[in-house]
């Protein structure tokens, strides 16, 4: 599904980072998904995304990989309900200087090839865990530095107002 590059000199392992087709495949398909939202019904996506090897399962989250590697993309919910898909474009980068610039610019880059595909983000959170935002009717896109890695989130609209009261999100709308 996701084409990955790597880059050795952010970690022993290397650093990998879907490449920007792979990041602009993916939110489209998480915005034109088309699924119940019950954790029991999670084999829904595996066949439309081909995720695999679930490690930890519970009623309200089960982990998957996604591509790049064992725990990449988790789907959490509440009461069997799912409230978001939550899925790493990157694998964790070195813990210093370099590191966190690597992975900035590759949240730089998805976004701004998010940008192209999907339009201007609906909003913006600055600050040291930037994200952008593609807001729907019943879901929201959420592509968010989160300082070694970067995700990408499908989340439920009504989790995601509870989530930024509880947190005081200072968003900006760009739309």
């Known amino acids: 599904m996701s084409s990955v ?7 022993a ?3 990998r980072v879907m490449d ?20 029991d019904n999670l084999m829904r996506l595996l066949v439309v995304f081909g995720w695999r090897d679930p490690i930890i399962q519970s009623s309200d989250w089960v982990r ?13 919910g509440s009461d069997g309900d799912a409230e978001r898909i939550e899925i ?14 690597a992975v900035h ?24 865990s930037p994200e952008v935002r593609w807001s729907g009717e019943e879901t ?9 890695t970067i995700g990408l989130r499908l989340v439920a609209n009504s ?3 509870n989530y930024d009261q509880a947190n005081n999100a200072q968003l900006r709308r760009t739309s």
Request: a negative charge; aromatic letters at 6%.
């Open 20 to 39: 920007d087709l792979a990041i602009v495949e993916l939110a489209l398909q998480l915005q034109s998904l088309v699924w119940s939202w019950r954790m």
């Open 105 to 128: 610019d590759a949240y730089t880059r998805a976004a701004a090839a998010l940008a192209g595909a999907l339009g201007a983000p609906t909003a913006e959170i600055v600050g040291s």
């Open 5 to 11: 590059g790597s880059s050795s000199d952010h970690s």
């Open 159 to 161: 989790w995601l107002t």
């Open 88 to 101: 790493a474009l990157t694998t964790l980068a070195s813990d210093d200087a370099a590191g966190r610039a």
């Open 140 to 148: 929201t896109l959420l592509l968010t530095d989160l300082g070694l």
């Open 64 to 76: 998957f990989d996604s591509g790049l590697g064992p725990g990449s993309c988790d789907v959490i």
């Open 13 to 15: 392992a290397g650093w």
